[in-house]
């Protein structure tokens, strides 16, 4: 599975940024697309996550203002970033489970596949 991110960039706080990561590859056999983030000096962080079939799990630091879709047809995963805050500021990538469930989101290595990630950087 290739993953692409896109839709990084430099927003004031406050403000909204839509990030888009596109599968391609064996897509049939992902159970869970997910995004983290990595902020300088910091470890990566587990931002959400989807299923194929609209099931969502969040972050404690982006519940209620970071939204994940998915448009299946489009083999593509959305992630609604709302109220943004300069703690946001990362870099943020996709990731790609396939073939098996997911038991620690927050854990990297469950992960099959990463995209290459794109900067999000939010001003105050």
């Known amino acids: 599975v290739q993953l692409q991110a896109s839709g990084g960039g430099l927003v004031q706080a406050g403000g909204s940024r839509t990030l888009s990561c596109a599968a391609s590859?064996?897509?049939?056999?992902?159970?869970?697309m997910a995004w983290h983030r990595q902020a300088p000096g910091k470890e990566r962080e587990f931002v959400a996550a989807i299923t194929s079939g609209g099931r969502t799990t969040y972050g404690d630091s982006v519940k209620g203002r970071f939204t994940v879709s998915r448009d299946n047809p489009k083999n593509t995963v959305y992630l609604q970033m709302d109220n943004l805050e300069p703690e946001d500021t990362a870099i943020y990538y996709c990731a790609a489970v396939w073939g098996r469930p997911i038991s620690t989101f927050s854990d990297p290595g469950q992960y099959n596949d990463w995209g290459q990630g794109t900067l999000v950087t939010v001003s105050s």
């Open positions: 590859g064996d897509i049939a056999e992902i159970t869970w």
